[in-house]
C-alpha cells in the first residue's frame, strides 16, 4: 500500500483541527530556523526505523543545522526536511487507527488503538493496547473516548486529538493512521502529535486531493518503467482495469523467461500455480485486466507487456472465460504482436463469448505474423499450456519478416477520444475495395463509407475501440485501414 | 421464479432498475440480462429521464423509477467506482433489497460503508468488482456470459452452485459443469471424459468479486445454496486474503454447510504484504495465507484441488458420475 510520509500526514490531521508539534518543512540548504533545539525528520515516503538510519537528528545550533541539513535532502527519495521544535515531554502515548475489512458477522469499520507505551518499541506496546471499533459512518466523539482514556490531566486533550484522527482517517480514507508519539507536554498537559504516518488506497484518493498524497511519482515506489505506463494509460482510459507487475526476482540458468497477459484476477492464481515452484519457468511479470477493457486499452496492454527485455515466450490466457469478446481480444493480440518489436513464439488460449470464433479469426490473422503462434481451446488449462512450453519452443519454426500493411504517420482521417485512437486511411488501396468489410465488421455503425477516400467517421455514432474493423480489413478487405494507438511515454 | 435470490435476498420475483443503462456498457449489458430473461423494468441515469434504451424507461433517479414502474426490487450498477457509494444509497432510499455492484476500483471505505449500509438495512449487496450473478432458472445480473445466447447456450440447469472471488473462474466454473464429454482430471488418478451428453449442470452462479469488503462473502453465497434444494454439490474458487474460505471452513467443520464443498485454492506462492490483481487477495496476517486456509478447509472436510480443472472431476465423483 502507498504511505505517506510525516509531512503530507500532518497536513490531512491539521484540516481536521489535530494539533501537530510546531514545525517547518526545508526543502533546500541553506535554511534558517526559528529556535533551537529542533529535530530534523528527513521526508522519505515509505521510510521507517528513520532514527536508527540516521534520518531524524537533534540540532542545537546553526552551525550543526548548515552541517546536517544537506546531508539528509541529499538522501535518495528524499522530499525534503522537517524541522520540529523539541518540546518538553511529560509522557509519550501512542494511537492508531487501522482499516478493518470485517467478515460475515462482523461489520467493517475502523479500530482505534491507543496505548500509554507510546515511542519506540513496539513489541513492549502490543499488550497495553486498548482497542475501540467503529463504524466508519459514525466515528466515536471526543466524549465517548474520554471514557475508554485513563483518568489523567490530558484525558480531555487526548480525546479531542483521537476523535480528530478517527475523523481524519473517515475523511481521507485511510487503511492506517498512526501516531507515534503522541506527547503529554509538561506543565499545561496538551496532547500534540509528534511524529505520525499513513497508508492508503490510490483507489480512495479523490479527484482533486492528489496533491495531499504526493506526487505520482513518490506514490509509485520502486514501480518500474513499464509498470507507471501500465499506471498511466489506466488513467488516461478509466473503463477496465490493467494490473501489471514485473517479477523482481532473477531467473534460475536455462529457464524460459514468459510474458503473461491478460490472466485475469483468479487467472494471475492460477498462472502462479501453474510455474510457482519450479525453475524451469520464469513469468516476467504477473498481470490482470478486469472490467470492460477496450481493445484499444487491452493492445497498449499488450505493448506494454512485450515491451519486457529478454522473454523468450509471450503465454496468453485469460482466467477462465471472459465476458469480454474473445473476438476483439484476439484482435487486440494480433495487432499488439504486429506492431511490437519484440518477436517471441506465442502461445494463445481463448476462453469466454466467441471462444471459437476468435481463434479462428486469429489463427487466420496469424498469418501477418512474425512469430510462431500456437492456440489452445478454452479446455486446456494455464497449467497444461505451461507444461507444454518447452515442446512447443522446440517446434516452434523461426520467425518470419512481414513488413506492416498500412504503417503509421502522416494526418490521420480522423480520430476518437475515448478510447482514444487515430485511423489512418490509404485512400488508394481502399478505393479499390469492393468488399467494404470494415463497415460491416463495426457493431456501433460508427464507420461510414466516403466515395474514392474510404471509411469515414459516421456522424452522432461512437467508437467502442473493439478494433473488428482493422481486423476485418486486412482478412477481407484491401489493408487501407491502420488505427493508430499511441503508447504513453513514462519518465 | 424462486431462485437463489430467494435465498440470497427473500426475493422471488426479481425486477430490475439498470443504474447508468444508457452508456456504453450499461446498454449492452442490459441486453444480454434482458436476452437471458431478467426482467430489466427500468433505467437510471442523471439527467436523461424520459428517454428510453431498447424500450426501457430511462429516469432522472431511481425514487423516479420506483414510484412510476411497478415491482421495481434489485438493482445492476454501471456506474463509476467513485459514484457507488452514493448510487448505492440512492437505491437503498429508494426501497431497493438487492444489488450488484460491477465496478472494479471501489474505496474500501465506501464497500465497507456499503455493506454497514445492507446489514443495517436489510438488503443485499453482490460485488463490487464482480461479474454478478447468474440463475439457470432465468435470471442475470452483471456480465456474465458476455452475450445472451452465449449464456444460455453455456450454462444449463443443474445441481451445482458456484461460489467464486473470480470473474473469469466464476464462469469457467459455471460453463464447464455444463459442457457435454468433459475431459479432466479423475477422480481415482488418470485423464479422461468425466460424463456424457449432460454435464451436472449449475443452478446458479455467484462472483462475490475481488475486492476486499465484499457485500456478500464466499460464506454467505455457500448458505444460500445451501439453502437451494437444486443444489447438491457447492463448487468454486477461492484465494488468499480477507477471511472468507477461513470463515466457508468454520461453517462446514461446524455444520452450518452439510452440502458437499469443492474447492480451487488459488495463491500458493503468493506473498504477504504485495499487492495483488484483485485487491482482497493481499496477504495481511497469516490467518490469509494460502497454508492457512488449506489447512482449514481440508480440515473441515472440504475438498481442496490444486488445479481448476480438478474441481469438475471431483464434483463428478462427488455426484457419481465416475
Known sequence: ?491 | MAGILGHLAGIDDPGVVVFGITGKQGQSTTRVMTGYGTRVLAGVTPGKGGQEVDGIPVFDSCADAVSAVPGLNSAVFFVPAGAVLQATREASAAGIRFMVHTADGVASHDAALMREMSVEGGFRIVGPNTVGMLDTSGCLFGLIGGGASWARKNYLSGCVGIISRSGGLSQLLGAFHCRPHLPGPLPGGGYGELWGDTGPGVSAVICVGGDPVPGTTLLEAALAFEADPRTKVIAGYGETGTSQENELAEAVAGGRITKPVVLFLGGRFTEAGVSQSHAGAMIRCEAETWAAKHEALVAAGVTVVDRPDAVFGSVAGVLGLV
Open chain 1, 1 to 491: 500500500m502507498p504511505a505517506l510520509p510525516e509531512y503530507l500526514t500532518r497536513a490531512l490531521l491539521e484540516s481536521e483541527g489535530v494539533p501537530v508539534v510546531p514545525g517547518v518543512m526545508l526543502t533546500s540548504a541553506p535554511a534558517t530556523v526559528a529556535g533551537f533545539p529542533v529535530f530534523l525528520k528527513a521526508q522519505i515516503p515509505g521510510a521507517t526505523s528513520r532514527k536508527s538510519a540516521g534520518l531524524v537528528r537533534r540540532i542545537d545550533s546553526p552551525a550543526e543545522l548548515g552541517a546536517v541539513l544537506p546531508d539528509l535532502l541529499s538522501r535518495d527519495r528524499c522530499e525534503g526536511v522537517l524541522a520540529a521544535e523539541a518540546l518538553d515531554i511529560e509522557l509519550e502515548l501512542y494511537a492508531g487507527v487501522v482499516f478493518d475489512a470485517g467478515s460475515s458477522s462482523a461489520l467493517p469499520g475502523g479500530r482505534l488503538l491507543f496505548s500509554l507505551a507510546g515511542g519506540s518499541g513496539i513489541e513492549a506496546r502490543a499488550g497495553s493496547l486498548t482497542e475501540i471499533r467503529f463504524p466508519l459512518s459514525s466515528p466515536p466523539s471526543p466524549g465517548t473516548l474520554a471514557a475508554s482514556l485513563p483518568d489523567a490531566p490530558w484525558r480531555a486533550s487526548a480525546a479531542d486529538l483521537l476523535a480528530g484522527m478517527a475523523r481524519t482517517f473517515c475523511r481521507y480514507r485511510l487503511l492506517v493512521l498512526e501516531a507515534n508519539p503522541l506527547a503529554v507536554l509538561r506543565g499545561d498537559g496538551r496532547v500534540l502529535v509528534v511524529d505520525c504516518r499513513a497508508e492508503f488506497e490510490d483507489r480512495a484518493v479523490r479527484n482533486g486531493e492528489e496533491a495531499l498524497f504526493g506526487t505520482a511519482s513518490a506514490r509509485a515506489g520502486d514501480s518500474t518503467r513499464l509498470e507507471r505506463m501500465v499506471d498511466a494509460f489506466n488513467r488516461s482510459d478509466p473503463a477496465g482495469t490493467a494490473f501489471f507487475r514485473q517479477n523482481r526476482g532473477a531467473p534460475a540458468p536455462g529457464a524460459v523467461r514468459v510474458a503473461t497477459n491478460l490472466c485475469g484476477g483468479g487467472g494471475k492464481m492460477l498462472w502462479e500455480m501453474a510455474v510457482g515452484g519450479r525453475d524451469d519457468i520464469f513469468a516476467l511479470n504477473e498481470s490482470d485486466t478486469s472490467g470492460g477493457l477496450s481493445a484499444f486499452k487491452s493492445y497498449r496492454f499488450l505493448r506494454a507487456v512485450l515491451a519486457q527485455e529478454d522473454a523468450d515466450l509471450l503465454l496468453f490466457t485469460g482466467s477462465g472465460m471472459a465476458f469480454q469478446s474473445q473476438l476483439n481480444i484476439a484482435a487486440a493480440i494480433w495487432k499488439a504482436l504486429r506492431e511490437s518489436p519484440c518477436v517471441v513464439p506465442v502461445m494463445v488460449r481463448f476462453g469466454g463469448t466467441d471462444e471459437d470464433k476468435a481463434r479462428a479469426m486469429f489463427e487466420r490473422l496469424s498469418g501477418s505474423l512474425r512469430a510462431p503462434v500456437r492456440t489452445y481451446p478454452s479446455e486446456v488449462f494455464p497449467n497444461a499450456m505451461v507444461d507444454s512450453i518447452r515442446g512447443f519452443l522446440e517446434d516452434a519454426g523461426a520467425a518470419s519478416p512481414v513488413p506492416p500493411s498500412c504503417p503509421p504517420g502522416g494526418t490521420p482521417a480522423f480520430e476518437v477520444a475515448v478510447p482514444p485512437g487515430r485511423f489512418h486511411v490509404d485512400g488508394a488501396r481502399c478505393a479499390e475495395c469492393r468488399e467494404r468489410p470494415c463497415l460491416g465488421a463495426c457493431p456501433t455503425h460508427f464507420l461510414a463509407w466516403a466515395e474514392g477516400c474510404g471509411p469515414a467517421k459516421a456522424e452522432g455514432q461512437r467508437c467502442t475501440g473493439c478494433l473488428m474493423c482493422e481486423a476485418a480489413c486486412l482478412l477481407d478487405g484491401s489493408a487501407g485501414l491502420f488505427i493508430e494507438l499511441e503508447m504513453p511515454e513514462v519518465e
